[in-house]
């Protein structure tokens, strides 16, 4: 009778952790959709979930032009997903606010019956070195390192699944939203590689790729190389807690 208490206990114990460590794990990553407009596009959203953070945007899927984007922080409570909002192109006025819905994991599939909205998995996470979100906390010019405090309510801030990566600038405080772009991304010998899929402030630089050298130091990312516009950078990243 002891043993088979045992083992029902330890059985127990195992599909707690295995419950525990799915939830944990099954949001992380990059999703897709696709939607039709009104005026017949066919759009493409892309979300992206880091621990702690999140970001959803909605682009053309075949021209890159943008359309909109929101996020900010989230946490999930079994079924129920709650966000606050920090950027919101579409309602700016939503930026501080909270809000709740339920989400469906199956498989590879996300829902959320509330919105009527399902999206395919695109990675969990991997094989990025560079997956999770980061602040710009920094830039080196003239060889003298220039930061930045990362309290304040102007951010810039980037989220990277394994695949994905998505750059926003915008202020808590103000509700200010500055720009933003995204696309794919690769990590290879050193090099960090952005595919350009869409870019808020400049529609034509969507199918436009640059190569940047980038290198973890004490934590921080740092991302040297020439912007969209062709100019000399060098960034440096901190992870946001």
């Known amino acids: 009778m002891l043993m088979l208490l045992s083992k029902q206990i330890f059985f127990f114990l195992i599909v707690v952790c295995l419950t525990i460590g799915a939830e944990a794990q099954s949001l992380i990553g990059a999703w897709e959709t696709t939607t039709t407009s009104d005026s017949g596009v066919k759009l493409k959203n892309i979300v992206i979930f880091s621990e702690g953070f999140q970001v959803s945007t909605w682009f053309h899927a075949e021209t890159g032009k943008f359309v909109k984007t929101n996020g900010g922080s989230w946490s999930l409570e079994g079924q129920m997903i709650t966000e606050t909002v920090e950027f919101d192109t579409e309602d700016p006025e939503r930026v501080g606010s909270t809000v709740s819905f339920k989400v469906e994991v199956n498989e590879n599939v996300l829902r959320a019956p509330e919105y009527s909205m399902e999206w395919t998995l695109i990675d969990a996470g991997g094989p990025g070195e560079l997956q999770g979100a980061w602040l710009m906390s ?11 405090d990362l309290n304040r309510p102007r951010k810039t801030m980037k989220i990277l699944s394994g695949t994905r990566f998505q750059w926003i600038a915008y202020n808590t405080e103000t509700k200010k939203f500055s720009g933003t772009g995204g696309g794919t991304y690769t990590t290879i010998d050193g090099k960090y590689t952005e595919n350009i899929e869409f870019f808020s402030r400049d529609d034509t630089k969507a199918g436009l790729s640059l190569e940047f050298d980038y290198a973890l130091e004490d934590g921080k990312w740092n991302h040297k190389g ?3 516009k062709g100019d000399p950078m ?3 990243w901190s992870r946001r807690d």
């Open 138 to 148: 920094g830039r080196v010019r003239d060889g003298k390192t220039q930061t930045r």
């Open 226 to 228: 020439f912007s969209s």
């Open 234 to 236: 060098h960034e440096i």
